[in-house]
T-cell receptor, first 109, second 116 residues
């Protein structure tokens, strides 16, 4: 079956760095997405990885290892506004997104 | 970037009535649109996939006669919740994907439906 696993909740301190891990099993693979979702809002796109390696975009970076079925989202210089749920989604061979349940990130001052 | 809009943003209706939600791609042609539902504290759940000009493909457990989807043009898809009941209250989100299967999905802002 198809499955996405990510931690349910994480807590970090303002100004620190946090890494949110995601493992996936899909029928075929056409990339992995990270989305940020604030409560009551639709998810917003953060990153897309289809090749192995690290993609850096400002304070956010995303890593992919296809052989391990593993990705992480790295957030640096955390700000209070980064408190949100972070959704990992893998795209299968039919280009449909298989969603994780999301990781709720709590930032403390 | 590509913009997807949804209308209305929120709707409150009485039990038994029907509600139509529109999803539009504003600056690109969406060959495929997806409808998701999200209950509080849960992940997005794909309800159906629609391709322009053809019937929608519904996920297992989603009633096609209750959730009518029409993808009449390359920029518009509609979801009609027929005979809505309180358990249908949820956050409905659409996303659109342009031509070329590897394109990312662009999400609409969502529609919050409350059925009294």
């Amino acid at each position: 079956g198809q499955n996405i696993d990510q931690p349910t909740e994480m807590t970090a301190t303002e100004g620190a760095i946090v890494q949110i891990n995601c493992t996936y099993q899909t029928s075929g693979f056409n990339g992995l997405f990270w989305y940020q979702q604030h409560a009551g809002e639709a998810p917003t796109f953060l990153s897309y990885n289809v090749l192995d390696g690290l993609e850096e975009k400002g304070r956010f970076s995303s890593f992919l290892s296809r052989s391990k079925g593993y990705s992480y989202l790295l957030l640096k210089e955390l700000q209070m506004k980064d408190s949100a749920s972070y959704l990992c989604a893998a795209q299968d061979s039919n280009y449909q997104l298989i969603w994780g349940a999301g990781t709720k990130l709590i930032i403390k001052p | 970037g590509a913009v997807v809009s949804q209308h209305p943003s929120w709707v409150i209706c009485k039990s038994g009535t029907s509600v139509k939600i529109e999803c539009r791609s504003l600056d690109f042609q969406a060959t495929t649109m997806f409808w998701y539902r999200q209950f509080p504290k849960q992940s997005l759940m794909l309800m159906a996939t629609s391709n322009e000009g053809s019937k929608a493909t519904y996920e297992q457990g989603v009633e096609k006669d209750k959730f009518l989807i029409n993808h009449a043009s390359l920029t518009l898809s509609t979801l009609t919740v027929t005979s809505a009941h309180p358990e249908d209250s949820s956050f409905y989100i659409c996303s659109a994907r342009g031509a070329g299967g590897s394109d990312e999905q662009f999400f609409g802002p969502g529609t919050r439906l409350t059925v009294l």
